[in-house]
C-alpha cells in the first residue's frame, strides 16, 4: 500500500492551497485518514482527522481556515487551506488507517510529504 501526495507550493499570506492524498494497493478499506504537518526542529502535529463516515477534527491552530474530507470510492483524502499564514509553513503528511486483504488488520502509511510554504 502506497499513499501518494500532491498539491504543495508557494503562496503568499492569505492565499489557498488544496492537498490531496490517493492511496494505493491491497485496500479493503481505509478507516481514518488524516494530515499531519512538521516544521524543521520539531516534532511532527496533527492537523486534521477524518473517519471513513466523514466525521471531522481539526487542531485548534487551522480551525476556520482548513477543510479536511475524502472521497472514500477513491481512496484519497483533501485537505483545502484557506487564509494561509506564514506559521503554517511545513511540510504535509498524509496519514492513513488502511486494512489490506492480506490479514485484514489496520496498519497505520504515510504519505512522502508535500512542501507548504506561506509568504508575509
Known amino acids: 500500500v502506497q499513499l501518494q501526495a500532491f498539491g504543495g507550493g508557494l503562496v503568499q499570506a492569505g492565499g489557498s492551497l488544496r492537498l490531496s492524498c490517493a492511496a494505493s494497493?491491497?485496500?479493503?478499506?481505509?478507516?481514518?485518514m488524516a494530515w499531519y504537518r512538521q516544521i524543521p526542529g520539531k516534532q511532527r502535529e496533527l492537523v486534521a482527522t477524518?473517519?471513513?463516515?466523514?466525521?471531522?477534527n481539526y487542531a485548534d491552530s487551522v480551525k476556520g481556515r482548513f477543510t479536511i474530507s475524502r472521497d472514500n470510492a477513491k481512496n484519497t483524502v483533501y485537505l483545502q487551506m484557506n487564509s494561509l499564514k506564514p506559521e503554517d509553513t511545513a511540510v504535509y503528511y498524509c496519514?492513513?488507517?488502511?486494512?489490506?486483504?492480506?490479514?485484514?488488520?489496520?496498519?497505520?502509511?504515510w504519505g512522502q510529504g508535500t512542501q507548504v510554504t506561506v509568504s508575509s
Open positions: 496519514n492513513a488507517e488502511v486494512v489490506t486483504y492480506s490479514d485484514y488488520s489496520s496498519v497505520p502509511k
Open positions: 494497493g491491497n485496500i479493503f478499506r481505509i478507516n481514518v
Open positions: 477524518i473517519t471513513s463516515l466523514g466525521r471531522t
